[in-house]
């Protein structure tokens, strides 16, 4: 403890507007612990509730009322309070040095006597947050050095769409107000803790008139005035506010409520703002002269810090691949058009038998049949109902066919999903899953003829029905070859894929799950291809043009491959 | 870029943003708007002869207090434990409208301290389900608070219930500039059958009612009110899976900072002006909602589907919800292995169907 020390005190400056008792109470907490109080009310508040506030504090000799301002958000207001507020403070309390901005919903975290310890070895020391505006990353609304060179005659609040355009017409007309001299902007956080000496040559400026002229029209001065100003009298700042207070993304104030009660017991600062007034148990607690209580938690401010952080993160961005009440993202803006990663398989299960065991087993995913079948949902294992009570009645997919798909991954978070797809199956989703960054789709295009050269049917239908899916896949692999397209996309022509089938297969599962890096060792068993060659010339012969599924040759049946070990696989 | 893929005709349940239109159009359309929410307020104006006061302590209502608006009609078992729940959220004053109930309801309610109680024997479906007696009491006493307007088997859950009163709501959503609160509801339903789940007058409903389906909702928006339209859920998976358009509306805004000029159109699922339904973010980010959880699938709705088959009250074409009717009639089970036991606002949260927002 230093010689300066003895003797000095910290009084208090509390800016009120609403929930007077509260702030009678703090303020009774204050001064009954040695720390003169001026309080400062709103002009805007009943004559009668601060006429009870000054008959609750009448016994209390430390307390003062100084001149009333009306002290609307942003306006000059507020700081022609404090101004006032602080010359009362310094020159009925000569033994005051420090003074300490608080408003009327700010409560003491830690005892009256730490916060006079700390400053008692601090004696020169300007706690006030002061950051020049270039490098103030939290002005919300663009608005940060063009608060000092624009005029703002209208009330935000009130007459907000005239504050608008009057801020862009003075952009347009490159307006700049002239700064007075010796003005370094400087912005910060509105509740300092200021010595005797800094704050008397601030009010006792020579130049403060014309400082307070220019100050009266620049927007939020009490985020600026003294955070400008301190700059100009004093050599010792300490930029940081000693009052925790947390904004959220629009700039406005948390508040704390009684669950926050653990939180703020691990806070090192002094004074916390701002307090619900119905948080009866964190005044309860942080009103007493229990020590025992407050002492447990260790400081952890940076757990605060990480609290709100997410809650901006939550309130901003959201979570991705979720759709609700609360979040209904335009196209584009998703952050995400869905939950997981999740592989579409499209050809596969026309072209291997068994084709959903197989991957389950070589993936270990799991593995839907045609979610978008026309008859109804094919989830894995021929449930009924799936995760998160999807249904598999095919009106309501069709219904939402994006919300069942969302919903699915987003129900089954953690666990990747993979479905068959095909041209028979409902197409809505195709730009949807093509611009989708978490879909892995696989095709092997033309494959849907082999049902079909397998199937018992007139050869006209066959013919209609081949024309009809070789349109619809066509304008699918148009969508996937789009510039626009965002997923993983692999296409096969069938062709090409039977020729070697083992080589894609392992890229596939490799990329599903890349820490495995294990060969595949069993091959799913191909469909019989024999003569497939003479039925796409039938279908060639009938005047269709088959040229998805690329070059089988007539008589030149592909040999089954299934049974062959691939080729030694390279890891790129 | 978005508007070059929205060709495919599913433009508004993709959540691509509606084409825009024409200035004109846009004009015309909230002139329409604007008149049929004059027409909605001039009917509950003429609406207020059907109401007769039986208990008014309007008087004891103070600046600032939260309101709540209730029609009911038969709600002797669900009553108390309502009026519990919602004076231990914060409702200062609850303003309802009894439609001719039977079973003691309305002496229930004519004692409580905090509760101003009118009676009408009118026809519920002619006041469009009740909205213009409701409508009309919040023309007169809900200007300037926070009023929350709910069915008599809704209750109401938001984040942090527990801790923070809907004062406490009221005040943050006031410094956010929001004026409504979204909060869908959530169908809650037994086990076993409907017939299992027996509950005494006053009892909790959700001792009974413990399982919900936790993701299965279809989600869009209607351009025209801006409103989300949410279905889904158990009744769309049991009764509605072949015509799903019918499954039962979710979405509601039932928390709104009053004006004497807003009107609710269809329950509390949308109101107007449009802008207060747009309780959703659609740059991705989450803001603040509730739920309202459903207590409708207790053991006496088997009986009350019968009455409400009858009476046609319920849906303005009833006709077509007769075989929703018989399917709850025939005492069926909603619950099925993927069915969630409700353990409280977080555990709604985690699964996605409420959110904090901002609010920590």
Redesign the interface.
């Known amino acids: 403890m230093t010689v300066a020390g003895a003797g000095a005190r910290v009084g208090f400056l509390m800016l009120c507007h609403t929930a007077l008792d509260r702030a009678a109470q703090v303020a009774r907490h204050w001064a009954e612990r040695g720390c003169p109080v001026v309080i400062h009310v709103d002009r805007r508040v009943a004559a009668a509730p601060y006429a009870k506030l000054m008959a609750d504090l009448a016994d209390l000799p430390d307390v003062r009322f100084s001149g009333r301002h009306a002290c609307e958000w942003g306006t000059w207001g507020i700081v022609a309070a404090s101004q006032q507020a602080a010359t009362m403070m310094l020159r009925d309390f000569p033994d005051v040095r420090h003074v300490y901005l608080a408003s009327g919903s700010c409560l003491p975290l830690r005892p009256v006597e730490e916060l006079a310890a700390y400053l008692d070895e601090r004696p020169r020391t300007d706690f006030i947050e002061s950051v020049t505006t270039e490098d103030v990353g939290w002005t919300v609304g663009g608005l940060s050095v063009e608060r000092f060179t624009l005029r703002f005659p209208f009330s935000w609040r009130k007459q907000r769409a005239l504050f608008d355009l009057y801020v862009e017409l003075q952009r347009k007309v490159r307006f700049r107000r002239k700064m007075p001299d010796g003005v370094v902007p400087h912005l910060g956080s509105q509740w300092w803790c200021l010595t005797r000496q800094t704050l008397s040559a601030m009010l006792e400026h020579p130049e403060r008139a014309r400082i307070d002229r220019y100050f009266r029209k620049v927007w939020i001065p009490d985020e600026s005035y003294f955070q400008t100003m301190v700059r100009m009298v004093s050599s010792n700042v300490e930029s940081r506010s000693l009052t925790l207070s947390k904004f959220?993304?629009?700039g406005?104030p948390?508040?704390f409520?009684?669950?926050h009660l653990q939180l703020l017991r691990r806070s090192d600062c002094f004074v916390a703002r701002k307090i619900?007034p119905?948080a009866d148990k964190i005044y309860a607690a942080f009103l007493s002269d229990d020590r025992s209580r407050q002492a447990v938690a260790e400081p952890n401010p940076g757990k605060i810090d990480r609290?709100?952080a997410?809650?901006?993160e939550?309130?901003?961005?959201?979570?991705p691949g979720?759709?609700?009440?609360?979040?209904?993202?335009?196209?584009?803006?998703?952050?995400g058009r869905t939950a997981g990663p999740y592989s579409v398989f499209s050809g596969f299960s026309d072209v291997f038998e068994n084709f959903e065991i197989w991957l389950s087993k070589a993936s270990g995913t799991r593995v839907h049949g045609h979610l978008f079948a026309p008859d109804r949902v094919h989830f894995a294992g021929g449930e009924h109902?799936?995760?998160?009570?999807?249904?598999d009645?095919a009106?309501?997919r069709d219904?939402?066919?994006?919300?069942?798909l969302t919903?699915l991954i987003?129900?089954t978070r953690g666990e990747r999903q993979c479905f068959q797809f095909g041209p028979g199956d409902d197409q809505?989703l195709?730009?949807?899953m093509a611009?989708d960054l978490n879909a892995q789709i696989s095709v092997i295009s033309g494959a849907w003829a082999v049902p079909l050269f397998h199937s018992n049917q007139n050869f006209s239908d066959i013919r209609r029905e081949a024309a009809r899916l070789q349109k619809l896949e066509q304008e699918f692999l148009n969508i996937l070859r789009s510039p626009?397209a965002k997923a993983r996309t692999r296409i096969w022509s069938l062709a090409d894929f039977v020729e070697n089938p083992m080589e894609p297969l392992q890229t596939i599962i490799d990329e599903i799950g890349p820490r495995q890096g294990r060969r595949l060792t069993e091959a799913p068993r191909m469909a019989d291809l024999t003569g497939f060659g003479q039925f796409l010339q039938n279908l060639r012969n009938q005047g269709m043009q088959p040229v998805l599924m690329g070059d089988f040759p007539v008589g030149d049946d592909p040999k089954p491959t299934s049974t062959r070990r691939g080729r030694p696989y390279l890891v790129k | 870029m978005a508007g070059r893929f929205s060709g495919n005709g599913t433009a508004v349940a993709l959540g691509e943003p509606a084409p825009a239109v024409p200035l004109y159009q846009k004009l015309l359309s909230d002139y329409a708007l604007r008149t049929k929410r004059r027409r909605l307020l001039w009917r509950a104006f003429r609406s207020r002869h059907a109401l007769h006061r039986v208990a008014d302590r309007t008087g004891t209502i103070r600046k600032g207090d939260v309101l709540c608006f209730v029609t009911l009609r038969n709600e002797a078992v669900r009553l108390p434990h309502f009026l519990d729940h919602h004076r231990k959220l914060g409702v200062d004053h609850f303003l309802i409208v009894d439609n001719g109930s039977t079973d003691g309801s309305a002496d229930l309610l004519r004692s409580a301290p905090d509760v101003s109680l009118w009676h009408t024997s009118t026809s519920y479906k002619a006041s469009r389900f009740g909205l213009d007696w409701v409508t009309w009491l919040q023309i007169r006493h809900g200007h300037g608070h926070w009023c929350l307007t709910l069915d008599a088997d809704e209750l109401m859950l938001y984040p942090h219930y527990e801790t923070r009163s809907l004062q406490a709501l009221g005040a943050w959503l006031d410094q956010q500039g929001q004026r409504s609160f979204g909060a869908m509801m959530l169908d809650l339903y037994p086990q076993g059958p409907l017939s299992a789940a027996v509950c005494g007058p006053g009892d909790d409903p959700l001792s009974v009612l413990q399982w919900f389906d936790p993701g299965n909702y279809s989600v869009m928006v209607q351009s025209r009110m801006r409103n989300l339209w949410i279905q889904g859920g158990p009744r769309a998976r049991m009764f509605f899976a072949q015509e799903p358009r019918r499954a039962p509306t979710l979405n509601k805004v039932p928390f709104v900072k009053w004006d004497r000029r807003f009107a609710y159109v269809n329950s509390t699922h949308a109101l107007l002006p449009p802008p207060l339904n747009e309780v959703y973010d659609t740059t991705g980010g989450e803001r603040t909602s509730g739920v309202l959880l459903h207590t409708k699938f207790l053991q006496i709705i088997l009986d009350k589907s019968r009455e409400e088959k009858e009476r046609r009250q319920h849906f303005a074409n009833s006709a077509l919800y007769d075989r929703y009717y018989d399917g709850v009639m025939a005492d069926p089970v909603l619950y099925c292995a993927a069915s969630r036991r409700l353990t409280g606002w977080r555990q709604l949260e985690a699964l996605g169907l409420l959110s904090r927002g901002g609010w920590v």
């Open positions: 959220d993304y629009q406005k948390h508040i409520y009684d669950d619900w119905q609290l709100f997410k809650a901006v939550r309130r901003t961005k959201g979570r979720l759709y609700m009440q609360s979040r209904f993202p335009n196209a584009n803006w998703e952050n109902v799936y995760n998160g009570a999807l249904s009645s009106a309501l219904y939402n066919p994006k919300s069942f919903s987003w129900n809505t195709n730009w949807f611009m626009h």
